[in-house]
Each structure stands twice: as C-alpha cells, then as structure tokens.
C-alpha cells in the first residue's frame, strides 16, 4: 500500500444518511403504532425483513450463502479468497415491543461498509462478510442466540430444530414455510475475525458522554431460581410469633443479591426480574415465594463468588428462621474477553476517527459471544437514548449510528488489509 | 326459678355427636377430594345447604323468615315473645377452597343449641333464633359479609343486588334463580343479643392449648395497594449506580409493614399477600412493583398510628431513592369491641362448664362485626388444626365443637333467661 492510497483510506467515511435511510425502510416491516418494531423470528415479516436485506446485498453484488439454521452470510470478494472473510454482522429479529436498532444496526452497517467499499472501488486483501444470525432474540423460541449457537455448536440443530413456539410451531417448519433453510453446514464456514456493532442497551456511554464503546468482553452470567417456603395462613387471626411469612424472608436475600453486586465492582451486577407470590392473596400470608437472581461480573470467578455469598446469605436466613430456601442454577454463561486484537483495532479506528470513546464491557449476550470462541472477535458499541433497548421507544442518534459504523469500517480495514 | 331447675340448666349439656353428625352431613353438599368444601354462595348447591339446614329447623319446631337479602331467621318462641330474640348464628357459603367448619359450625351450633333445649323441655323467657346470613366470604360476590352488611345498612340492598360475579351474574338474580328472596326488608328485625361460634382460624388457642376463646373484639383493618415507580431496563446493560429498581426499594418497605406490626404488640399485624412485578421478567430490572398492606390493631388509634409509620418510611424511602411512592387505601374496617355483658355471659359460662380459656381477639371480620353495632354481641372461638383455615384441610376436634356449643348454649340461656 503506498502513502496515496494510506490517507485516502484514513480519511474514507461510510454515507450515515443511506444507512440512516435503510435502518429507516427496514423498520418499516413490522413497524408498531408507537415507533417500535415486532418482527419476531422465523414470522412472514422476518421472511420480509431477511429478503430486503438480501435484496441490498444483491445490488451491492455480494453473493449469499444461508446455512442450515438460516443464517445468512453476503459475502464480498477479496483479492486473496483464499483468507478467511473479515465477517460482521448481527440479527434482524425483534422483540415483540423491540426497537428498531437492536440488531438491524449491526447487520445494516455491515451493508454500508460495503457500499462504501463500492463507491470508492476499494478491494480489500481478505474478502468481507455480512452475517445475519438467526433468532437472536429468543422470545418466540428457546434458546437465545439460536443461530449463532448452533454455528458454534453450542448446541445442536436437531435441537435448535424442534424448538418450538406457543402453538407448537417447529424452528425447522417455520424455516421451511419461509424458505430459508440453506444448504450449508452451520460452522463450515471460516472467519478471519468478526466484529459487532451495537446500541449498548446500557445507560453507561450516555452518562459519560462518550460515543464509542471499545468492548472488552462479555460478562459471565448466573441464572438461579429461588423458592422460599414458609406457611400460607391467614393475616388477621396469625399473631406475628407464629408466621411462617416467606415473603418476608424473600425480601431479605432479594436484598442481598443487589448487595453481593456492590461488594464486587465496578462490574458486579444483580437483579431480581421475576417474583411469583403463592397464594397472592391480600388478606393471606404468603406461604411460598419463587423468584429469579440474575448475577453478572467480568470474569466466571467473580460472578461464582457473588453466587457463593448469595447461598451462605440464604442458608444464614434459613437458619435464623426456619424456612427452606432451595436455590437452583437455571443457566450459566461464562464471561469471555474479547481478542485484543480486534478491540485494538477498534480502539484504534475510534481514535484515528476522533470519536470520543472509551472502554465499555457488554452486560448482554449477543452473537459475537459465540464467534469469539472460533475467532478474534470484537464489538463497538454506540449509545442509546436513556439505556434504553427491548422498548418501543429505543432509540439512536443518526450521529452515533455514523460514528460506529465508521469504526466497523476501518477496524474491519486493518484486519482485511486494503 | 327454683334451685332445682337451676341445678338441670346448669349440667344441661348439648349432643356432641348428633352437632358432629349434622356438620358432616352439610359437608357432603359440595364435599371436594381433599376433604373440603366448595359450596359458593347463591349456587345450586348453596340452595341445597340451606334447604336441608331450614329442613332440620323445621324437624325442631322453628318457624322461618327470609328476608330480601336471603338472610335466614329460624325461630324458637320463648314465654315473653314480646322480647327481642336472643339471636346466634353464622353463614353456611364457603370459599372455594373451603373446610367443613368456617360459618357452617356457628348456624349448626345454633340448631344444636335448640335440640338440645326441645329435648329437655325447656322453655326460654326470650325467644331464640338461629341465623344464617347470606355471602359472608365474598369470594363470588363482593362486598364480603354481604348479608348482614345489608341488615346493618353499612350499604343498600340494592348495591348489594347489583354486585356480579366473574360471569357477570347478579346477586339478585342468582338469588330469585334459587328461590331466596324473601319478603322482610333487611334489618326490620329485632335483636336482644347476638353469639356467633366460630373456628379461631388462626394459631392462638392450639398454641396455648385452650379450649375456649373468650373473644374481647375483632381488629381494626386497613388495606392498602402500594406503587414503587422505577425504570425498567436491561439487567446486563445497566450498572448498579444507574439503576431505578422498582423492586429494591419495594423489599425495604415490605419489611416496614412487618415492622410496623412489631412495634405495636400485642394485637399489631401486618402483611404482604400480594405483589406484582412489572414485566417480571428474568433478565429485566423491575420497573414498577404493586403490592398489597394489609394493617390490623385492636384499636383504630394502633392501626392508624401504623398506617402512619408505614407511610412516613414510604417517604423516607422515596426521598432517598428518587423513586415514586404511591399508597392509596383500599378499604377500612373499624376495630369492634364486643358488649361486656355477651363476652361476660361466654366467659362465665366457659369457667362454670370447666373448659380451659383465654382471652382471645378476633384478626378476621365476621357476621358478628355488624350484629355488633346493633345490638350487644359477642363471639366464642374454639381451636382449629394448626390454624389454618380457607382451606379444604380446615379441621377441628370434635371435643372442642362441643365444648363451644356448650359454651353457646350457656351463654344463650343466660341472656334469653329460663
């Protein structure tokens, strides 16, 4: 590459109003009442939503390739097509009251690093790859991440195939009324690196005024039932001596999830999300509680110590009060690190581009959690409006939008070599 | 009265086992699997029960009025039957989890009570009557203690005619569909003094291991629903510092309730029977939580000072976290205490007939709530299994449904005199 061609690379921007404008047409399908989108996986509108994107890809002559599981990979020809693709990508389905960036951003970005590529007829050295995943969401079918899962045999096909909605529909049927089960192996497929980009769906970057997160990993994740089981009786004639309220004690180790957080920054995370009361009656003590803890830290050691002092809290409650309090392990994600090559050269892009940035972790799974245990992988994240995601009111600045794609575009530069 | 009679009314004993034989037999109409009873007011089956109570009360001589409410006076003349009449019963629906005992142990104690005077002859200076009042659970219908809420104007026949079930069927209605309405206006009904015998329904008396509760009044009650207002958001995304959890702030307030109850001993309660979480979803920060305060004292004065404390750490809490704090009353029930003559005439005749007994109160409402701001009442309590009740595994020994109908019959010679 001679000095020429160096700058006119530095100074390349992708067109942030035809993104902005795509971004716009596609969450026209499935476009609710208050500005949101519900297209959820695998319906005739994800058949709508995958076939523009497809349409797109086509007129800036990538060539498609869908896989098994219907994921999708629109590929553009490098001078050496022996090299493993530089992919990016992410997934189009929505939640049922989902926003309109969650996702489409990081397949549409991957489209317009393309076009931008096109317009200035710029040939990279290792070809480049859009991937849309199928069913990131999960909230049509179980489990999340669906695509990407099976492509890094997470788990398999067959069982990613007899996933099945609330009427009983089958992934591999709905794949097929859709036409979109492809040819390909999941996982026959190489990757050279592969970067994400993102809304946050965290208030972290707006707090801080930056417009670039440098992602670093992806935090570990515990899910745990917790049942409580006290006496149900009733709330007039039971003197407070003689409950057996396993409301009450529920509030406690409620309490002490958040607290297990505190005590392990600046990364630590715990919720409550789901509380189910037993009778949920007025007039009636409760005599049973079940509800979720969520624990989240930046490496599986941390989050399993929080788990740790979340069970001593609750065999401390036991023992004080006499309630059984059985607490199950539902799911665990290990916390990964990204390779630092990829958050390098997104580290790099951000600064070279001038966006204010800084480092970021991602609370959330997404398909670069999957793609990083088969290649160098790396997300950028953008904010958005109050932190707010999975919401019909999720939104972006078309400034953002801009800046993370042009960091894509140049992160994905440096690992495809121009 | 001569020494000689007063020596046979004083070792008259009521029959244990035709009370017993008379209770299980109601029990067989709307008997469930486990044991209970699901005998819902206004029902086919309510009809039967009342049919086959009104049945017996005709076998023993007394003489019916229905009033518009469906409210049943069976009638025993005494010698001056321009007395008012010395009145006891109770109500014969049930939850629809319901035991054998709740409200159908006071009206077939009442029709004991009668036998057992038909069988030795004796006549009463008053005249007695057995009473069963109509929807005293309010499980099909609200409001609760429907029938004799009406009698007591605390509101309008005709509100209580235009309640609906779940089916959107009438109390009135269902009342002609089951051939009880009938032609007195509610309350055009004299009362000299009202007993009702009654389960405990809580864990007082098998604790202490009495037999009889002298019962002093029935608690005051305050019912509130509460509203935390925080910001839902991602469990992953969003660090501890920048949370609104609507949850978090609830649990604290929870335990207030609690601690409200414990700081006003003997009598103070307070409970959380029901809670929502909104979306009440795994992976997603509470953003509002809803749940129910249930506040009970002996005295107005106790369950208002506690009412205070519960709002003021409300405040406190909602000034601490900036999150919305919304307690609205639902409904308030005045604290009764019981005519000293009719908690008098129980105790004296449990301690003549050498039943162990305490004092007791009463934390649930009962027919006798209302009977009391008409006429000098009181209510007699026996123990029930491990005070539990609403439920199809309610149970009593029968030893103590004997006692209680014993210590009614006393309690109800005394007053209507021999």
Chains 1, 2 share one sequence.
Not at 22 to 46: F, H, N, Q
Not at 362 to 391: E, R, T, W
């Amino acid at each position: 590459m001679d000095t020429a061609t160096r700058i006119d690379i530095d100074s390349l921007r992708i067109n942030g109003d035809r993104l902005w404008a795509s971004l716009m047409e596609l969450a026209k399908i499935g476009a609710t009442p208050k500005g949101g989108v519900c297209r959820l996986t695998l319906t005739d509108l994800d058949k709508q939503g995958r076939d523009l994107v497809i349409g797109w890809a086509k007129d800036a002559g990538l060539t498609i390739t869908i896989d098994k599981i219907g994921n999708g990979f629109m590929r553009r020809a490098g001078r050496n097509n022996a090299l493993a693709p530089i992919i990016t990508g992410s997934h189009i389905d929505t939640q049922p009251t989902g926003g309109k960036f969650d996702g489409n951003y990081g397949v549409l970005a991957g489209i317009e690093v393309v076009r931008t590529l096109n317009d200035h007829g710029i040939e990279t050295e290792a070809p480049i790859e859009v991937a849309f995943w199928t069913n990131e969401e999960g909230s049509r079918f179980v489990p999340v991440m669906m695509g990407s899962g099976v492509f890094a045999k997470a788990f398999t096909l067959e069982h990613a195939y007899a996933a099945t909605d609330t009427e009983g529909k089958t992934v591999k049927d709905e794949l097929a009324r859709i036409g979109y089960i492809g040819e390909q192996e999941p996982g026959d497929h190489p990757i050279g690196a592969y970067f994400e980009t993102h809304i946050e769906q965290g208030p972290v970057l707006e707090d801080n005024d930056k417009t670039i997160g440098v992602v670093q990993g992806v935090l570990g994740i515990r899910w745990f039932d917790c049942t409580v089981t006290g006496m149900e009786a009733h709330a007039g004639p039971t003197p407070m001596a003689l409950r057996k309220d396993a409301l009450q004690v529920a509030t406690h180790l409620m309490q002490d999830v958040v607290a297990s957080a505190l005590r392990h920054p600046p990364h630590g995370r715990g919720t409550v999300g789901m509380v189910q009361v037993f009778p949920n009656s007025r007039n009636v003590i409760p005599g049973r509680v079940k509800f979720s803890i969520d624990l989240r830290n930046a490496t599986d050691a941390l989050v399993d110590e929080m788990a740790g002092e979340v069970k001593a809290c609750a065999a401390r409650l036991s023992a004080q009060t006499g309630l059984a309090i059985h607490i199950e392990l539902v799911s665990s994600y290990s916390a990964i690190g990204f390779h630092p090559d990829c958050v390098d050269a997104v580290a790099r892009a951000a600064a070279r581009l001038g966006y204010s940035n800084m480092h970021a972790v991602s609370g959330a799974g997404h398909d670069a959690v999957y793609m990083a245990q088969l290649a160098p992988s790396g997300m950028i994240f953008i904010p958005c409006k109050d932190g707010i995601s999975h919401n019909e009111i999720e939104d972006a600045k078309p400034e953002h939008i801009t800046a993370g794609c042009n960091v894509l575009l140049h992160a994905m530069l440096e690992r495809a070599g121009v």
